[in-house]
């Protein structure tokens, strides 16, 4: 895809998100930090192509360098969703 | 294997459901299915990668990275006490940071080695690479600092745990190694060796004692402008404009190395009823890193979700401030308490009155509607199960209306104490936000305010000279009766006394916040 698509791609995503968070009341922003934070965990996506890629296809060193990116990132997806369903789920109705 | 057409569709879909998710976040009837819908969009998203024709199908550091994390994550999320969530979130922004770094650097090596894939184009990917490591490395180290500051273990002069004093110098530790390394693996060439300077540089900064120090600010200008300089460079040097190196990726880790510098500086100084806006802003930054990751790898999924999340950070950072009506950068280049003035302590709080827990016990008795108002002092205190417990009994036993007015920044980051209050069992139609308690003031017999000094102080709305003149609060003044909880009358984090306490409808109940619960239930029992 080119720059101007991906460019297009990300200015709309952030009005979405400007769209889509204004609704999210005080009482939910401490999950929505959370959940929102293991979204940013995307960056998987990367590592998982950096830390499988083929020794034809990268340099040894970019494949480590996956490997400690998808460390980091499977800590935050995990970890992001996980914590911040045990939080939701306190959340009750009288 | 899939198609990359078929790919591309699943990574539609997964950015359909993280906005989907986090639209659910609008309620807390549709939250959780919402972060369910969110959680698996990233399952998709990561079983299209291992399926694309993108990957290289070489499973060993795959399967060990997955399981690292994962295991880590599950632990830290299940172990994790409510009260230090800030921590956890602090720490999840840095990781997320990080990775963005990370795979930034994967590309660029990936890219020297091997050229260009044909798919991306090399200025695209030359400046994404830049902006994905420096707003990556900001928001780690910055995380880092938020994390320390959070845990106690940063810019405090008393003694520190044993946890603590490991992960202060492992952390100080891996930031030199990480710039030994740098100078080790490029001969030590000029670049490399600065990234060690700057990399030691920063470790030292993060053993300072005290929050604020001299040539703090050079430090933050300095490094900030040659964040933006060293990026420049890197820029010209991937697109071959301009040769800067032998080795290129020694300039890639310089502009990490400032970053960090960078990072650091500019969290080092902010204090605690900051961390709030502090905390969006790093949540902000490590979407933002993710979408230039994307630009990086030239994967719309990273920046959609990158791009969300950036702005999901942003409406934070931006409530925040409004909250305390403070800019950005007043929060993030501290001029608190410039305005200095000379109050007589001893004038304002002539008139205090001190109460008990019986005298407490009989005027609740007495009250049709009783507010409670917690600050970041209930969450030290571990109070919120005591406060849920008093709320409960007054309810069953005089039939009064308890409710919670939550000011924006209590806490140490946004929704903090609703969290909290959910913890215990405080249903979420109870906790109310400031403009509607405000609303409601006049109809108040009883407000209880524990642990919150700065956010129920009348002098932001009468006194136009005071440091925090303007911000919104919780106008507790106004009830019928005040019951303050609180150990002395010691200031808040705006470091000015509070005419509230003194107020003629105000009573002082000094007392260690959970202490204080329980010694009010015990009276109201005996009522």
Same mark, same amino acid.
């Given at each position: 895809?080119?720059?101007?698509?991906?460019?297009?791609?990300?200015?709309?995503?952030?009005?979405?998100?400007?769209?889509?968070?204004?609704?999210?009341?005080?009482?939910?922003?401490?999950?929505?930090?959370?959940?929102?934070?293991?979204?940013?965990?995307?960056?998987?996506?990367?590592?998982?192509?950096?830390?499988?890629?083929?020794?034809?296809?990268?340099?040894?060193?970019?494949?480590?360098?996956?490997?400690?990116?998808?460390?980091?990132?499977?800590?935050?997806?995990?970890?992001?969703?996980?914590?911040?369903?045990?939080?939701?789920?306190?959340?009750?109705?009288? | 294997?899939?198609?990359?057409?078929?790919?591309? @569709? @699943?990574?539609?879909?997964?950015?359909?459901?993280?906005?989907?998710?986090?639209?659910?976040?609008?309620?807390?009837?549709?939250?959780?299915?919402?972060?369910?819908?969110?959680?698996?969009?990233? +399952?998709?998203?990561?079983?299209?990668?291992?399926?694309?024709?993108?990957?290289?199908?070489?499973?060993?550091?795959?399967?060990?990275?997955?399981?690292?994390?994962?295991?880590?994550?599950?632990?830290?999320?299940?172990?994790?006490?409510?009260?230090?969530?800030?921590?956890?979130?602090?720490?999840?922004?840095?990781?997320?940071? !990080?990775?963005?770094?990370?795979?930034?650097?994967?590309?660029?090596?990936?890219?020297?080695?091997?050229?260009?894939?044909?798919?991306?184009?090399?200025?695209? =990917?030359?400046?994404?690479?830049?902006?994905?490591? +420096?707003?990556?490395?900001?928001?780690?180290?910055?995380?880092?600092?938020?994390?320390?500051?959070?845990?106690?273990? &940063?810019?405090?002069?008393?003694?520190?745990?044993?946890?603590?004093? *490991?992960?202060?110098?492992?952390?100080?530790?891996?930031?030199? !190694?990480?710039?030994?390394?740098?100078?080790?693996?490029?001969?030590?060439?000029?670049?490399?060796?600065?990234?060690?300077?700057?990399?030691?540089?920063?470790?030292? @900064?993060?053993?300072?004692?005290? !929050?604020?120090?001299?040539?703090?600010?050079?430090?933050? =200008?300095?490094? %900030?402008?040659?964040?933006?300089?060293?990026?420049?460079?890197?820029? &010209?040097?991937?697109?071959?404009?301009?040769?800067?190196?032998?080795?290129? =990726?020694?300039?890639?880790? *310089? +502009?990490?190395?400032?970053?960090?510098? &960078?990072?650091?500086?500019?969290?080092?100084?902010?204090?605690?009823?900051?961390?709030?806006?502090?905390?969006?802003?790093?949540?902000?930054?490590?979407?933002?890193?993710?979408?230039?990751?994307?630009?990086?790898?030239?994967?719309?999924?990273?920046?959609?979700?990158?791009?969300?999340?950036?702005?999901?950070?942003?409406?934070?950072?931006? +409530?925040?401030?409004?909250?305390?009506?403070?800019?950005?950068?007043?929060? &993030?280049?501290?001029?608190?308490?410039?305005?200095?003035?000379?109050?007589?302590?001893?004038?304002?709080?002539?008139?205090?009155?001190?109460?008990?827990?019986?005298?407490?016990?009989?005027?609740?008795?007495?009250?049709?509607?009783?507010?409670?108002?917690?600050?970041?002092?209930?969450?030290?205190?571990?109070?919120?199960?005591?406060?849920?417990?008093? %709320?409960?009994? @007054?309810?069953?036993?005089?039939?009064?209306?308890?409710?919670?007015?939550?000011?924006?920044?209590?806490?140490?980051?946004?929704?903090? =104490?609703?969290?909290?209050?959910?913890?215990?069992?405080?249903?979420?139609?109870?906790?109310?936000?400031?403009?509607?308690?405000?609303?409601?003031?006049?109809?108040?017999?009883?407000?209880?305010?524990?642990?919150?000094?700065?956010?129920?102080?009348?002098?932001?709305?009468?006194?136009?000279?005071?440091?925090?003149?303007?911000?919104?609060?919780?106008?507790?003044?106004?009830?019928?009766?005040?019951?303050?909880?609180?150990?002395?009358?010691?200031?808040?984090?705006?470091?000015?006394?509070?005419?509230?306490?003194?107020?003629?409808?105000?009573?002082?109940?000094?007392?260690?916040?959970?202490?204080?619960?329980?010694?009010?239930?015990?009276?109201?029992?005996?009522?």
């Amino acid at each position: 895809m080119d720059l101007v698509m991906l460019l297009t791609v990300f200015v709309l995503a952030i009005f979405v998100g400007f769209e889509v968070i204004t609704k999210v009341p005080p009482t939910l922003h401490t999950p929505l930090m959370s959940g929102s934070n293991a979204i940013s965990g995307i960056t998987i996506v990367g590592a998982l192509l950096a830390a499988g890629a083929t020794s034809q296809h990268s340099p040894h060193l970019a494949k480590v360098f996956g490997l400690i990116a998808l460390i980091f990132a499977t800590i935050n997806v995990v970890g992001g969703f996980a914590v911040t369903h045990r939080m939701l789920k306190m959340f009750k109705k009288r | 294997m899939l198609s990359q057409g078929i790919v591309n @569709i @699943i990574y539609v879909i997964a950015a359909v459901l993280f906005i989907v998710g986090l639209k659910g976040m609008a309620h807390p009837r549709t939250a959780v299915r919402g972060n369910i819908n969110g959680a698996i969009g990233m +399952l998709l998203a990561v079983l299209a990668t291992l399926l694309s024709p993108q990957f290289g199908f070489d499973w060993k550091f795959v399967a060990i990275g997955i399981t690292i994390g994962a295991v880590i994550g599950i632990i830290l999320a299940i172990r994790i006490a409510m009260t230090s969530m800030p921590e956890l979130v602090a720490i999840f922004n840095g990781f997320g940071g !990080a990775a963005s770094v990370v795979v930034a650097a994967a590309e660029l090596v990936r890219y020297f080695k091997m050229g260009a894939d044909g798919s991306v184009d090399v200025a695209q =990917m030359s400046i994404a690479t830049v902006l994905a490591g +420096l707003i990556g490395s900001v928001t780690f180290f910055g995380s880092y600092i938020a994390f320390g500051k959070l845990a106690e273990f &940063l810019a405090v002069k008393w003694k520190l745990h044993t946890w603590q004093k *490991l992960v202060k110098g492992g952390a100080a530790l891996v930031f030199i !190694a990480l710039g030994a390394y740098i100078a080790y693996s490029y001969d030590f060439s000029v670049y490399s060796i600065l990234s060690l300077v700057f990399l030691i540089i920063t470790a030292v @900064i993060t053993y300072a004692k005290k !929050a604020v120090f001299p040539g703090m600010q050079a430090i933050k =200008m300095i490094s %900030a402008v040659a964040t933006v300089a060293v990026g420049v460079m890197l820029v &010209l040097q991937v697109m071959g404009i301009q040769s800067f190196t032998e080795q290129p =990726m020694d300039l890639f880790w *310089l +502009l990490v190395a400032i970053s960090a510098l &960078l990072g650091v500086t500019l969290t080092f100084s902010i204090g605690g009823a900051d961390m709030p806006v502090v905390i969006a802003l790093l949540n902000s930054y490590s979407g933002i890193a993710a979408a230039m990751t994307g630009f990086v790898i030239n994967n719309t999924v990273l920046i959609i979700a990158g791009s969300l999340v950036g702005a999901s950070g942003i409406i934070l950072t931006n +409530l925040m401030c409004v909250a305390m009506n403070r800019s950005l950068t007043n929060v &993030l280049f501290g001029a608190m308490g410039s305005t200095q003035q000379d109050v007589d302590v001893d004038e304002v709080y002539k008139k205090v009155k001190s109460t008990s827990g019986d005298e407490i016990a009989m005027m609740l008795e007495m009250a049709q509607k009783v507010l409670i108002v917690p600050g970041y002092g209930m969450a030290v205190s571990q109070a919120q199960h005591a406060v849920r417990d008093l %709320a409960n009994l @007054i309810e069953s036993k005089f039939g009064a209306e308890v409710v919670y007015g939550v000011h924006p920044v209590a806490g140490r980051m946004p929704g903090h =104490m609703n969290v909290l209050l959910a913890e215990a069992n405080v249903p979420y139609d109870k906790l109310l936000e400031m403009d509607t308690v405000n609303s409601m003031m006049d109809s108040i017999d009883v407000a209880v305010v524990i642990g919150a000094n700065d956010v129920v102080n009348p002098v932001a709305r009468t006194d136009p000279d005071s440091p925090i003149a303007g911000m919104p609060i919780i106008d507790v003044d106004k009830a019928r009766t005040v019951i303050v909880i609180k150990r002395s009358l010691s200031p808040g984090f705006a470091g000015i006394p509070n005419p509230l306490f003194a107020m003629d409808n105000a009573l002082m109940f000094f007392n260690d916040g959970k202490k204080a619960f329980v010694e009010i239930i015990e009276a109201v029992k005996d009522v």
